[in-house]
T-cell receptor, first 114, second 113 residues
């Protein structure tokens, strides 16, 4: 149990589907992140939220749409994805992004786009 | 943006042998973190180094931050099968970039019993 819960753990979707990934943290942190982990690539930062406000969009295509309704919840809405978007999507949280501190990762959502 | 190179990409060792992975940056770092990801798992924080020349130990693991704060190493003494996984360094340039960690490609460690 990491304190960061992601659902679903596995997701298979077609290119025309709309789906959402959910992340919830129980650590009282104020910053939340989405990372993408593809085979043979480093972890890629996608989005950063600080106190519910998006502070970083790392040139992510618009077919990925994040939502952060409060400091404990983070969503990643998926629409018209491509097969190359298949990857492990990791949510993480930290105390605050302005302070160098450890990231607590969830177990990830394994996405397959057909 | 911040770039970091991690070597080697793969390392196979016999149980009991030592292991070292290196992380190098072309720019000065404010801090560096190390994570471990077990096969099928998620990255788990190991340690953070902040000071120039800093050395920290966790049982069989020794972490070092270079004097110029541009490189770091993770050394495991007498590896065990439980050490299997991918080891990542993650760097932050500091200032307004705090929290924006850039991860190295990782070193995949295999330990043969």
């Amino acid at each position: 149990e990491t304190g960061v819960t992601q659902t679903p753990r596995h997701l298979v979707m077609g290119m025309t589907n709309k789906k959402s990934l959910k992340c919830e943290q129980h650590l009282g942190h104020n910053a939340m992140y989405w990372y993408k982990q593809s085979a043979k690539k480093p972890l890629e930062l996608m989005f950063v939220y600080n106190f519910k406000e998006q502070t970083e969009n790392n040139s992510v295509p618009s077919r990925f749409s994040p939502e952060c309704p409060n400091s404990s919840h983070l969503f990643l809405h998926l629409h018209t994805l491509q097969p190359e978007d298949s990857a492990l999507y990791l949510c993480a949280s930290s105390q605050e992004p302005g302070i160098a501190g450890e990231l607590f990762f969830g177990e990830g959502s394994r996405l397959t786009v057909l | 943006g911040q770039q970091v190179m991690q070597i080697p990409q793969y390392q196979h060792v016999q149980e009991g042998e030592d292991f070292t992975t290196y992380c190098n940056s072309s720019t000065t770092l404010s801090n560096i973190q190390w994570y471990k990801q077990r096969p099928g798992g998620h990255p788990v924080f190991l340690i953070q180094l902040v000071k120039s020349g800093e050395v920290k130990k966790q049982k069989r693991l020794t972490f070092q931050f270079g004097e110029a704060k541009k490189n770091s190493s993770l050394h495991i003494t007498a590896t065990q099968t439980t050490d299997v996984g991918t080891y990542f360094c993650a760097v932050s340039a500091g200032g307004t970039s705090y929290g924006k960690l850039t991860f190295g490609q990782g070193t995949i460690l295999t330990v043969h019993p």
